[in-house]
């Protein structure tokens, strides 16, 4: 099966000790983010897990624990961007994400390592014509470590119109003007632009519009073909396939002001307080009431390969 950690927090940037027990002990507990008493308890055992999922702004706190996980499948996002301490408050100097961008793809290699370019947005500081000398300069910098580039453009939820008011959509016309020049750089530097949650209004360009994390990706970062269940799509707009993913939501500390995964700061710090690196789960532990379910868990791996494949 697929373990993911990072559609609701950055386990490797504020967790990956945690992480790492987890990985010793060969199991985590994942509340029911819409019913606190019902536990998720999944194995993490290379047998019945064929990959894990990581999405992250920052990947070097897995750096000392990247032995433990050596007999697992991995597929990184390292999501860098050209946004300021005024968007990102707590993400570390991008100079220092595009170097551990390509130490990262140097141990797990170039299929297992994507880079997201998002969410793109625009304002009176972060212009077209910033995107377009930001997006070259990372591009160049990350070429031969990646084929994958993932954009998408920021959507207002309500938790990031709480957190980040002044936002404004970004237009039709705006989207197409920069995904056009985005696709066009990318490619001078060996990537594909796969829009996430997009549509396929860029595919005329030459952008993947596909997905962005589909089984075939997964497939070519392990290089084994899986037989998945099948599952509904996450979101409208969204192919991507996601699951048993073990993090939590208002838990991520990087604060970033389009964030749809926190609601307030303050709910976040009081969260992290709560953190225990030996507990089963990432926030708190065994609670009265807890109702644990084990997860079904075996490989999805095909063992047969067709003769006519």
């Not at 707590?90 to 990262?104: Q, S, T």
């Amino acid at each position: 099966m697929i373990i993911n950690t990072g559609q609701r927090t950055d386990i490797p940037a504020f967790y990956a000790e945690w992480f790492a027990n987890r990985l010793k002990e060969g199991y985590v507990c994942v509340r029911n983010p819409f019913d606190h008493h019902q536990v998720s308890r999944y194995r993490l055992d290379p047998s019945v897990v064929d990959v894990i999922g990581f999405c992250t702004k920052n990947p070097s706190g897995m750096f000392p624990y990247m032995d433990l996980l050596k007999e697992y499948g991995q597929y990184w996002f390292v999501t860098i961007t050209p946004y300021g301490k005024d968007i990102e408050p707590n993400v570390p100097d991008k100079h220092r994400l595009l170097e551990d961008f390509r130490k990262l793809s140097e141990i797990v290699g170039i299929n297992s390592c994507g880079w997201r370019y998002d969410p793109i947005l625009i304002s009176d500081k972060y212009t077209y014509e910033y995107h377009l000398r930001a997006f070259e300069q990372i591009a160049s910098a990350l070429e031969g470590y990646t084929e994958t580039a993932v954009i998408s453009f920021i959507d207002l939820y309500p938790k990031v119109r709480r957190n980040f008011p002044e936002a404004k959509e970004v237009d039709h016309e705006m989207r197409i003007a920069i995904g056009k020049e985005l696709i066009r750089i990318a490619g001078e530097h060996g990537m594909t632009v796969k829009p996430c949650a997009e549509g396929n209004e860029l595919a005329a360009y030459g952008a993947d519009c596909s997905g962005c994390m589909k089984v075939s990706d997964y497939e070519k970062a392990i290089g084994q073909k899986l037989k998945v269940p099948v599952k509904k799509n996450i979101r409208e707009g969204c192919a991507c396939y996601l699951s048993g993913d073990i993090g939590a939501y208002n838990t991520c500390g990087h604060l970033c002001r389009y964030c749809y995964a926190n609601a307030e700061a303050e709910t976040v710090r009081k969260q992290m307080r709560l953190h225990d690196p030996s507990s089963p789960f990432l926030i708190g532990n065994y609670e009265e009431n807890d109702v644990i379910h084990d997860v079904p868990q075996k490989s999805w791996i095909e063992r047969q390969i067709s003769l006519f494949d």
